[in-house]
């Protein structure tokens, strides 16, 4: 079974470019993470879809980033302008529903480092 | 504000040792608990999940629970130099969902 596939997985860019990532989660998982890694720190959520629904976008920074999850399936995460703050990597992650268990189970992909100089 | 806390460390334990990773969090309605393990460049992957209070075995792994005093821990024996990673506690409340908080991670370093 493919896992959670993310492009670019490296992206250098100067400040006030735009830059987007792609995520493509694992077959039959309807819920979708984007979580942001500062270096040294754990991941911190931006958004979670539930299906083609953001159900949680409360630490998402409005002004500069915004997501689409078309058809439920993959998603695309997209900052305008970047700043240099916004260096970090940045995980998808899917996890499935076992009816109304959430077993905790999130499958991360490999992530997408972005460096903005 | 809801929280995770860990020690960042690093935490250097000889080959062999048992390592003890601890995690505290601030939200009472929290409810499901996680460790996940981050290699160097890795992405994480979840090693245990706990949900009441007591201890859970998984192999050399054991996970301890204890809500009245809102604390995690994750428990290694027998550290291998391949368990030198860095450990992220997560965890779940009633109210969010599907949403993990995670805090900030362990670092432990295992020498042989």
């Known amino acids: 079974e493919a896992g959670v596939v993310q492009s670019p997985r490296y992206k250098i860019i100067e400040k006030k470019q735009p830059v987007a990532f792609w995520c493509n989660p694992i077959s039959g998982h309807n819920t979708l993470y984007w979580y942001r890694q500062n270096l040294g720190q754990g991941p911190e959520l931006l958004i979670r879809y539930e299906n083609e629904e953001a159900v949680d976008d409360s630490q998402l920074p409005k002004d500069r980033f915004s997501a689409e999850r078309l058809k439920g399936v993959d998603s695309t995460l997209k900052i305008q302008p970047a700043e240099l703050g916004d260096s970090a990597v940045y995980l998808c992650?899917?996890?499935?529903?076992?009816?109304?268990?959430?077993?905790?189970?999130?499958?991360f992909g490999e992530g997408s480092r972005l460096t903005v100089l | 504000q809801k929280e995770v806390e860990q020690n960042s460390g690093p935490l250097s334990v000889p080959e062999g040792a048992i390592a003890s990773l601890n995690c505290t969090y601030s939200d009472r309605g929290s409810q499901s608990f996680f460790w996940y393990r981050q290699y160097s460049g890795k992405s994480p992957e979840l090693i245990m999940s706990?949900?009441?209070?007591g201890d859970k075995e998984d192999g050399r792994f054991t996970a301890q629970l204890n809500k009245a005093s809102q604390y995690v821990s994750l428990l290694i024996r027998d550290s291998q130099p391949s368990d030198s990673a860095t450990y992220l506690c997560?965890?779940?409340?009633?109210?969010?969902?599907?949403?993990?908080?995670f805090g900030k991670g362990t670092t432990l370093s295992v020498s042989s």
């Open positions: 997560a965890v779940n409340e009633r109210q969010a969902g599907t949403a993990l908080i």
């Open positions: 706990i949900y009441s209070n």
């Open positions: 992650a899917s996890s499935p529903r076992q009816g109304a268990v959430f077993t905790g189970e999130l499958f």
